[in-house]
Antibody, heavy 115, light 107 residues
Framework: EVQLVESGGGLVQPGGSLRLACAAS????????MNWVRQVPGKGLEWVAI????????WYADSVRGRFTISREDSKNSLYLQMNSLRDEDTAVYYC????????WGRGTLVTVSS | DIQMTQSPSSLSASVGDRVTITCRAS??????LAWFQQKPGKAPRALIY???SLQSGVPSKFSGSGSGTEFTLTISSLQPEDFATYYC?????????FGGGTKVEIK
């Protein structure tokens, strides 16, 4: 089955760190650009970051640049998001999504930043 | 950044109605536009890419059109399972940006 499954969400204090993972299956992960997208519950969608299929380039939203790092490990069919210096406003459901036009989404993982 | 503006932000429609949602880009994006459907508590589902190409498995009642700065998503005959929020997205340039969403509700 073609799918993406996120993990690693949870409760973290402001200023803390968290690492999200996205496990891909059912397709040749190494050939696809991959994204992270987030959504505050009840609000709209916000793109976070994208990584090229060979991992050579990454692009970030201004709101997370310098704090978040997107990476991938093709041998494990996995995408990651390292989140540092977390803020209250980073609280959201985080989704991984495939390709520039997001043809496949995971179910998401909730990150709550609160003291 | 390219701003994406959807209209209306919400609409009420009946089963069987033809529904059209508009998305406008603040600058030309060629046809680098996608549409998504999202139901409460669920991940978004991809409907259309390249402005008018249907994603695999998406029923033909959904159609997209447009190029440049103005785009539309049309649902030809609204069914109960189509009541949801719809988003457009441009992937012409970074940052990738989404419209604010259109909530389709039952009349």
């Amino acid at each position: 089955e073609v799918q993406l499954v996120e993990s690693g969400g949870g409760l973290v204090q402001p200023g803390g760190s968290l690492r999200l993972a996205c496990a891909a299956s059912g397709f040749t992960f190494s050939t696809y650009w991959m994204n992270w997208v987030r959504q505050v519950p009840g609000k709209g969608l916000e793109w976070v970051a994208i990584i090229q299929n060979d991992g050579s380039n990454q692009w970030y939203a201004d709101s997370v640049r310098g704090r978040f790092t997107i990476s991938r490990e093709d041998s494990k069919n996995s995408l990651y998001l390292q989140m540092n210096s977390l803020r209250d406003e980073d609280t959201a459901v985080y989704y991984c999504a495939r390709r520039g036009f997001f043809d496949l989404w995971g179910r998401g993982t909730l990150v709550t930043v609160s003291s | 950044d390219i701003q994406m503006t959807q209209s209306p932000s919400s609409l009420s429609a009946s089963v069987g109605d033809r529904v059209t949602i508009t998305c406008r880009a603040s600058q030309g994006i060629s046809n680098d536009l996608a549409w998504f459907q999202q139901k409460p508590g669920k991940a978004p589902r991809a409907l259309i890419y390249a402005a008018s190409s249907l994603q695999s498995g998406v029923p033909s009642k959904f159609s997209g059109s447009g190029s440049g700065t103005e785009f539309t998503l049309t649902i030809s005959s609204l069914q109960p399972e189509d009541f949801a929020t719809y988003y457009c997205q441009q992937y012409k340039s970074y940052p990738i940006t989404f419209g604010g969403g259109t909530k389709v509700e039952i009349k």
